[in-house]
């Protein structure tokens, strides 16, 4: 075989990767929708552009749909594993999408209320949620789940998905450090007739 074609496959080979990693890194990178946890702002199916270059200069704000490795995923630090996050390829790192509920500082709780209904207090006060599923579909929150009232520390993030009563988020699993963030979604681009822009107001 030509050494010449095989230098050249090879440098092809490495420049799409290096490719893939600068993409994927300091870029952005596509994530497609398993579950019905974020309904009904993101369906089972849905396929969302991720940002992920302003996690370098900014902090995730309350309301921003971001993805992450949530705090049972075991990072491994060996070269392949390292790889195949960065490039997207192999990679078998579990990562969920939700909705930045509180932030660092912040006193969080959950209160179920007389009607049946459940509300998320944000220092004491109600938090306006126009984009969940149904405030009435809650699960009653019991001593094995983090409900509050908690303040936040540092660097702390509590994360929820929409779909209140179908999510395992902070209720279950506690709450999120910034340095698992992956990501913010902007646009859900598929299926055509779903497409939409995430802005700030539409939370």
């Not at 060996?78 to 990562?95: H, I, M, Q, S, Y």
Request: with cysteine; aromatic share 14%.
């Amino acid at each position: 075989m030509n050494k010449g074609f095989i230098k050249e496959t090879i440098d092809t080979v490495v420049f799409v990767i290096i490719a893939l990693i600068i993409i994927r890194f300091f870029i952005c990178e596509v994530r497609w929708i398993p579950s019905a946890s974020m309904k009904p702002t993101l369906i089972e199916g849905d396929r969302v552009f991720i940002e992920r270059f302003s996690r370098f200069y900014t902090s995730p704000n309350r309301g921003d749909i971001m993805v992450f490795y949530p705090p049972e995923t075991q990072l491994k630090a060996n070269p392949f594993a390292v790889l195949a996050r960065l490039t997207g390829l192999f990679c078998k790192d579990t990562a969920f999408i939700k909705r930045v509920i509180a932030l660092p500082g912040e006193k969080f709780e959950v209160r179920h209320n007389q009607d049946g209904s459940t509300d998320i207090l944000i220092n004491d006060e109600p938090l306006n949620e126009p984009y969940i599923m149904d405030k009435y579909e809650y699960p009653i929150c019991d001593e094995r789940m983090f409900c509050g009232p908690m303040t936040l520390g540092e660097d702390e993030y509590f994360m929820m998905g929409d779909n209140r009563g179908h999510s395992s988020d902070s209720r279950y699993w506690g709450v999120l450090k910034k340095n698992r963030f992956i990501g913010r979604a902007k646009v859900l681009f598929w299926p055509f007739t779903r497409i939409k822009y995430f802005e700030k107001k539409d939370y």
